[in-house]
Structures are given as structure tokens and as C-alpha cells.
């Protein structure tokens, strides 16, 4: 079966701090992908990062930066320097070679970003 | 290049009645997924299209759901004599299936109310 976890539900920072939201994914699969989506209060959901399960290399963009270890099963996401419009519900997704074509979400962290 | 789009936005409906939801997705996607999200949860997997071609269902998509997308390109979810626990925001996402290295692009949801 494949999980995962989101523990932080709610986070809240002021702006210009650095912040990381945890994501912790269980799967008994080989291969497997990692997905990062931002909701924002409109509701749709922003793709911002995928990140293939053979390639543990770190991403940055911007301000947005990732952390695959899969010793720890985790994929962490970290904005350096907060600004109030990041202000949003962040879910971590996984699909799996044997998990057909779905995603399988966590339940999201909401982050606010005071002024 | 337009991004996923869903009609109607937001619809509010009795108890029993029927409602149908319509999803356009990113030209040339091959896939369509259809998501159901509850308040506070993310976002749980109900069907997704190849083509014309259903592939799958999950046990969250009860007999009063029907899903289609003729011709390969929009589709339609409707349900039948609507319960209060229908109320959720649909999602529908779509994707350019390259083997299973894609990614789901979603649009800004319809969002039920069934009072």
C-alpha cells in the first residue's frame, strides 16, 4: 500500500523566515514518484516540483528548494525568506509503478505567512 | 496555453437530485483524472481516462457515479440522487502520459454543495 504523511498541519511564520514542511511516504515500490502541489485559497491545485525515485538529487528554484533522502523515506520542501503570498495548503503526493496511474495525497499542511 | 478548466465552479443542489460536471482538459493530454476533496483532506483519487478508455475506478466511485469522456477529449462526471456526503470539491486533472513519468495538471475544481 502506499501512504503519505503530512504531520505538520498547520504552520505560521512571519514573513522573510525560512520554513520547511515535512512529507514522510511509505511504498513497498522500487520505483515510485514524488510530487509537491500548492492550493491555494482559489482552490486549484499548483504543480511545483516531480521528483523520480532513482534521482535523489536536491532541487532548488527560486526560492523553493527539495530535499529527496530516501534512507528516511522523506521529501521535504523548504521555502528560504517566506513572503505573505506563499500563504497556502501544501499537499505531497506519490504515485507508484503498481499503484495504476493515481496520486496518493497527504493531507496537506496549510502554511500562513503573516506581514 | 490554456490550463484544465471545469463547469460549473460551484453548484448547489437537493438531496436526490442529479448533477453533471464537465472538465475541458490541457490540449493533446491524453489522460483525464477525476479527484474528490473533503474539507481538510487532500485530494482522493475516483477515475482516470486514456483516450476514450476508462481504466480504472476506485471503491470511493459508488454505482451513482458514472464518468465518461467520448472522443477522448472533455468529459463529463455525473452523479445520481445526490447525498449530503457528495458535498466535496471535484477535481479533475489531466496529463501527457509518457510511459509513467507525467504529471497531473489540475484545474480550479467544482465545488458541490448538496444540502
Known amino acids: 500500500a502506499q501512504k503519505v504523511t503530512q504531520a505538520q498541519t498547520e504552520i505560521s511564520v512571519v514573513e522573510k523566515e525560512d520554513v520547511t514542511l515535512d512529507c514522510v511516504y511509505e511504498t513497498r515500490d522500487t520505483t515510485y514518484y514524488l510530487f509537491w502541489y500548492k492550493q491555494p485559497p482559489s482552490g486549484e491545485l499548483v504543480f511545483l516540483i516531480r521528483?523520480?525515485?532513482?534521482?535523489?538529487q536536491n532541487e532548488i528554484s527560486g526560492r523553493y528548494s527539495w530535499n529527496f533522502q530516501k534512507s528516511t523515506s522523506s521529501f521535504n520542501f523548504t521555502i528560504t525568506a517566506s513572503q505573505v503570498v506563499d500563504s497556502a495548503v501544501y499537499f505531497c503526493a506519490l504515485k507508484t509503478d503498481t499503484g495504476f496511474q493515481k496520486l496518493v495525497f497527504g493531507t496537506g499542511t496549510r502554511l500562513l505567512v503573516s506581514p | 496555453d490554456t490550463g484544465v478548466s471545469q463547469d460549473p465552479r460551484h453548484k448547489i443542489t437537493k438531496r436526490g437530485q442529479n448533477v453533471t460536471f464537465r472538465c475541458d482538459p490541457i490540449?493533446?493530454?491524453?489522460?483525464l483524472y477525476w479527484y474528490r476533496q473533503t474539507l481538510g483532506q487532500g485530494p482522493e483519487f475516483l477515475t482516470y481516462f486514456q483516450n476514450e478508455a476508462q481504466l480504472e475506478k476506485s471503491r470511493l466511485l459508488s454505482d451513482r457515479f458514472s464518468a465518461e469522456r467520448p472522443k477522448g477529449s472533455f468529459s463529463t462526471l455525473e452523479i445520481q440522487r445526490t447525498e449530503q456526503g457528495d458535498s466535496a470539491m471535484y477535481l479533475c486533472a489531466s496529463s501527457l502520459a509518457r510511459g509513467n513519468q507525467e504529471t497531473q495538471y489540475f484545474g480550479p475544481g467544482t465545488r458541490l454543495l448538496v444540502l
Open positions: 521528483r523520480n525515485s532513482f534521482d535523489e
Open positions: 490540449s493533446e493530454h491524453n489522460r
